[in-house]
């Protein structure tokens, strides 16, 4: 569990500000949940044969005797809240939300033990139309945001009586070759077997190339379904990769199901993930109603900015240096009265006293452009020196009464 301290914090703004704006332009609606649920919320949701319920996840007793867990992701505790709070029946509904989650996994480059997650979720809409419409979001964030390279995988995981036949037959496969399993995919075995067609392990994934495929399985209205999203994302422009290996980690998917993945960022490239989940609402306790939405790590997304398209650092646009007496109680209710007659202007004030030249190496070290000088000088004649700190500008008097309009031509030069 990592600190973000100030100088990466400008990354996470300009980060969470991109997705707000292009949520709300797709009509999307904010959501926040508890950070803490009920163990139960997440073990029907996600499968007790699920690595994340099995071993993963932060779980506790309270003084009431009742498991309570961190969230290990948001889906489940969205289709809890809409389900409490009676919202899924204005559909569709279209969510976003974002925050802190947690899973108790080996720490590494891109996997952290309390990570940040962005999310949308949409309820009520059942055609692949939706899901296509979710690609074209995230594919509008990477280019709001600068990223390249990115590239989009997808699968069909059919109904969950598919999905039994399929589990069936490549159990049955699998079972015949144990002695080529590592110890991790024998511990799936009976309980999760999908889980080892995900395995990192080079001799598993050598024996999988043999082993049955799920969309062999898949009836006539799966195929439709995976078909009419792939022309969608056909339509749209958007280039993508049929990949009969992706299955995901959650036991609430079902048909199209997708991750976006960057070659950049090593054995954890997977960016954005997600599907369809149209039993989920069920499993939580209401009627059956149609779900699918995706999540995004955002620690992985500020890597690939730090490296792709670094936004430049916040910064203050002016810094004010004050010396001499009077200057400090002057200069301040000049910093007040910009900030009033000057809508988003960025203003720091030095604090703490010191010499012009420690007050010079302040500005600099905090980016600012220009520095506003005031001393002793500056307030018997009624002006401020301007000086410009990033290029050969010269620096010059402006008159007090004039700094409003000075600097209001200057930020929209």
């Known amino acids: 569990m990592h600190d973000t301290l100030p100088a990466e914090m400008h990354l996470w703004h300009t980060l ?4 707000r704006g292009v949520f709300s332009s797709y009509g999307f609606e904010e959501i926040r949940i508890p950070v ?37 992701e948001g889906t ?59 690609q074209v979001i995230c594919q509008r964030i990477w280019q709001a945001l600068g990223l390249n390279g990115l590239r989009l995988e997808v699968n069909s ?37 999908l889980r080892i067609l995900d395995s ?28 009419g999203f792939r022309a969608l994302l056909d339509s749209y422009g958007i280039a993508y990769h049929v990949n009969p290996r992706l299955v995901r980690g959650l036991d609430y998917y079902c048909h199209a199901v997708f991750e976006w993945i960057s ?29 699918v939405g995706f999540a995004m790590g955002q620690e992985r997304l500020i890597e690939l ?21 009077g200057t400090t109680e002057r200069g301040l209710k000049l910093a007040e009265m910009l900030r009033d007659d000057i809508p988003g202007l960025k203003i ?3 604090l703490g006293g010191g010499s012009f030249k420690s007050q010079f190496k302040r500005a600099d070290r905090s980016g600012a452009t220009l520095a506003l000088v005031l001393g002793e000088d500056e307030l018997k004649m009624g002006h401020a020196t301007v000086k410009h700190l990033r290029d050969e500008t010269g620096q010059e008097q402006v008159a007090i009464d004039d700094l409003v309009s000075w600097l209001s031509e200057w930020l929209n030069s």
């Open 16 to 19: 969470e500000d991109t997705v």
């Open 36 to 72: 803490v649920e009920k163990s139960e919320v997440f073990a029907r949701a996600i499968g007790n044969a699920t690595d994340v319920v099995e071993k993963e996840m932060y779980s506790f007793e309270d003084r009431n005797g009742e498991m309570l867990s961190l969230r290990p």
């Open 76 to 134: 489940a505790g969205v289709v809890r809240a809409v389900l409490q709070n009676n919202l899924l029946y204005a559909a569709p509904l279209r969510l976003w939300y974002m925050g802190p989650m947690f899973r108790r996994e080996r720490p590494q480059k891109g996997r952290t033990r309390q990570f940040q997650q962005v999310g949308a979720e949409v309820f009520g809409a059942a055609g692949p139309d939706i899901d296509a419409e979710l």
């Open 157 to 193: 995981l059919g109904t969950s009586q598919e999905r039994a036949r399929y589990r069936h037959d490549l159990h049955a496969f699998l079972s015949a070759h144990k002695d080529a399993l590592d110890a991790d995919s024998l511990r799936r075995l009976d309980r999760n077997p």
């Open 200 to 227: 990192k392990n080079s001799e598993v994934q050598k024996l999988l190339q043999d082993a049955p495929v799920l969309t062999d399985y898949l009836a006539e209205e799966s195929r439709n379904y995976f078909a």
């Open 263 to 291: 070659d950049d960022l090593g054995a954890q490239g997977t960016v954005c993930a997600g599907g369809r989940y149209d039993g989920l609402v069920e499993i939580q306790g209401g009627r059956p109603w149609p779900g």
């Open 305 to 325: 900015m730090r490296t792709q398209a670094e936004p430049v650092r916040e910064a203050p646009q002016v810094y004010l240096i004050m010396a001499g007496e």
């Open 348 to 350: 720091q004030s030095n």
